[in-house]
């Protein structure tokens, strides 16, 4: 097998999980109450196709992993110090808005654009990953948008797993509904993958190529295009749900009440 | 006045899914002069399922290679209907295979596009959920043509009675281009039963406390498996999960064995939408309960009075062992059926 791949992933950064968020209107529009404070993860499911990405450049040698992302360039740099002791990336990285209240299309115009822009890319070797969806915007859009502007029509969402075959061909878990995944061989790059959870976990950090990393990761932040994106959305209202229910706790109750009260409540229509 | 696209893929058995009657629905209450696209292996069947929708015409993309749920042909098909058909506005629903297709096709369109919408007005305000159903929006956006994908579980389905519609065929040329990626057909995940049933009216949650040492020290992963399968057979419910559970199925400790990540509710799961949800032995915490947005009632079995279901996440949370509740649970729902 003497394939190699130039994998390109797209991945944003949002704000940990584990954070309360609370919308404010900002000047261009919504925004996070203090956006630029919350700490800041690189996108779950992009994450999940970076790892993917290592993998695949680890088995096949020859192969090298890109990471393009667009966001403010001092919380990138945050995220990059844990992420850059992971995996052997180079960075690609864009200076401007990472939040979800941009429009999908403006963010796949200015990755699509850094992506032309990397020296020596060889289509025949190009596999494109992102998440199938981000976790700010939740669109599951921008990496459509971003392989037709590639002229990429193998396109993949909801993957879970990529095989390479012997002859080089791309055998593709999708989800689908009902809890199923679809199987689908593509012939061979470039092709657009956009990752659910795949296989692999978090790989784990790893001095040395945290080093390595870093001598071009830094660079890379400190020539980071500023991008400015233009929305053509407006926001009508943008609101936190009524969350709190009013919780009835049950203690001190038998086991043979609670499980009454509930399979009636179970079986009730 | 708007031209409203309703399009439509068929499904493996020539017919239209109920979310896909859900965007019809929800296209025919716009008002505006409403045209059908349908793709698909072949489009009668589904054509005259909808003969009386009200669509001034039906078109269609037919042939062996749409049948299959591909980005190539999908896109092809979309973007030549949508040309067809020369609307300002295209309502699809957000299933797999146009959540796929369409952001892509809007692209070549040069059209905006919004997906997940969980609501959609008769002057085209759109509601969607931002931050993994964290935030609530409503967007409106004054660029045409418009793509608007809508959330299955949003709108009541098309129910017309069926007649017979005609329908202006639409030629796509099949280019080897097109071609390069063949659909070998579905799987499902590793588990000997099929655990996620979108249609069920209850969601059975379990958590990483089915795993972990109880009151006499010990685990019961058997135990656990086994209640937890009865209660999603005698109830008929779908089953998710907590991602500390799959993530331990995932590490092949001695675990659940039916559960993957396909289960996973949550920030980085699922969102599905049931009108009932049970959790047990999930400790509720907001990465977990995101994946709750669109579960209407919300009940808990947990030992700790303190965890977060008990913070106005749950409508009731029983503080009791999960261990001893379902398998009396599942002795009485036995008893009911
Ligand atoms: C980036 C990121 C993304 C994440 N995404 C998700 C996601 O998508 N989905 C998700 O679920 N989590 C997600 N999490 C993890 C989340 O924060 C929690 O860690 C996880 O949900 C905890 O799972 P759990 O409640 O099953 O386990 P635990 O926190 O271990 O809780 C176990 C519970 O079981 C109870 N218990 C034990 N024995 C019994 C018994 N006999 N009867 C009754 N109760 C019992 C205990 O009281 C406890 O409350 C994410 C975290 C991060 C950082």
Not at chain 1, 26 to 34: D, E, F, Q, R, T
Not at chain 1, 84 to 100: N, S, Y
Not at chain 1, 240 to 248: A, F, M, N, V
Not at chain 2, 198 to 216: E, M, S
Request: with cysteine; net charge neutral.
């Amino acid at each position: 097998m003497a394939n190699s791949y130039q994998v390109v992933v797209c991945g944003g950064i949002v704000p940990d999980p584990l954070q309360t968020l609370e919308p404010v209107a900002g000047p261009a529009g919504p925004a996070l109450k203090n956006e630029m404070m919350l700490p800041a993860v690189l996108d779950p499911w992009a994450g999940h196709a970076l790892y993917e990405a290592a993998a695949l450049a680890r088995k096949f040698p020859g192969s090298k992993v890109y990471l393009v992302s667009l966001a403010p360039k001092a919380k990138l740099q945050q995220v990059m110090m844990t992420i850059a002791q992971r995996v052997p990336l180079e960075l690609v990285a864009l200076d401007g808005p990472g939040g979800g209240f941009t429009d999908s299309a403006e963010t796949a115009a200015a990755l699509a654009g850094a992506i032309q822009g990397i020296a020596g890319l060889d289509r025949s070797k190009l596999l494109l990953f992102g998440g199938w969806e981000s976790a700010s915007r939740g669109a599951g859009s921008t990496m459509q948008m971003v392989a037709e502007r590639l002229g990429i029509v193998d396109q993949f969402q909801g993957v879970d797993e990529l095989q390479i075959g012997e002859d080089g061909s791309l055998r593709i878990l999708e989800r689908v509904e009902g809890g199923q995944h679809q199987v689908s061989v593509c012939d061979a790059p470039p092709a657009l993958l956009g990752w659910a959870t795949g296989n692999l976990g978090e790989p784990a950090n790893n001095a040395q190529v945290g080093m390595q990393n870093m001598r071009t990761i830094m660079p890379s932040l400190q020539k980071a295009k500023p991008t400015q994106l233009k929305s053509g959305i407006a926001f009508a209202s943008v609101a936190l749900p009524k969350l709190q229910r009013e919780t009835r706790i049950v203690k001190d109750a038998s086991v043979d009440e609670i499980a009454k009260e509930i399979a009636d409540w179970a079986a009730a229509e | 006045m708007e031209t409203i696209l309703f399009l439509a893929h068929t499904e493996a058995d020539g017919g239209l899914a109920k979310a896909t009657l859900e965007a019809l629905e929800a296209a025919r209450a716009l008002g505006g002069v409403l045209i059908a696209g349908l793709v698909g292996a072949s489009v009668e069947a589904a054509a005259n399922s909808i003969a009386g929708c009200g669509a001034s015409k039906i078109l269609g993309v037919a042939g062996e290679a749409f049948g299959e749920s591909r980005y190539s042909t999908d896109a092809a098909a979309a973007e030549a209907i949508a040309q067809a058909a020369n609307a300002t506005v295209i309502v699809a629903a957000h299933t797999s295979r146009w959540a796929r297709a369409l952001p892509g096709v809007a692209q070549r369109l040069g059209a905006a596009v919004d997906t997940h919408v969980a609501a959609l007005s008769a002057d085209l305000k759109a509601t969607r959920w931002y931050y993994r159903q964290r935030i609530e929006g409503v967007i409106e956006r004054a660029a045409r043509p418009r793509v608007i994908l809508l959330d299955s579980g949003c709108a009541p389905a098309y129910a017309g009675a069926p007649g017979a519609a005609a329908v202006e065929l639409v030629n796509v040329e099949i280019t080897p281009a097109l071609q390069r990626t063949r659909v070998i057909g579905k799987q499902a995940p590793k588990a000997e039963q099929q655990t996620i049933r979108p249609d069920a009216a209850i969601l059975f949650v379990a958590g990483a406390g089915w795993t972990k040492k109880q009151k006499d020290g010990q685990t019961h992963v058997a135990d656990a498996g086994k209640l937890i399968l009865d209660f999603i057979g005698s109830a008929n419910s779908s089953l998710g999960s907590s991602k500390s559970l799959v993530d331990l199925s995932g590490e092949g400790q001695a675990v659940l064995p039916f559960l993957s990540h396909l289960n996973q509710v949550g920030q980085t799961g699922s969102t599905p939408r049931h009108p009932k949800g049970l959790a047990t032995c999930c400790h509720g915490e907001e990465p977990h309960v995101v994946g709750w947005r669109f579960i209407k009632e919300r009940r808990a079995v947990n030992l700790d009075a303190n965890c977060g279901w008990a913070r106005g996440k749950a409508d009731v949370l029983y503080v009791a062992d999960a261990f001893a509740v379902i398998a009396k649970v599942n002795e009485l729902l036995k008893a009911k059926s």
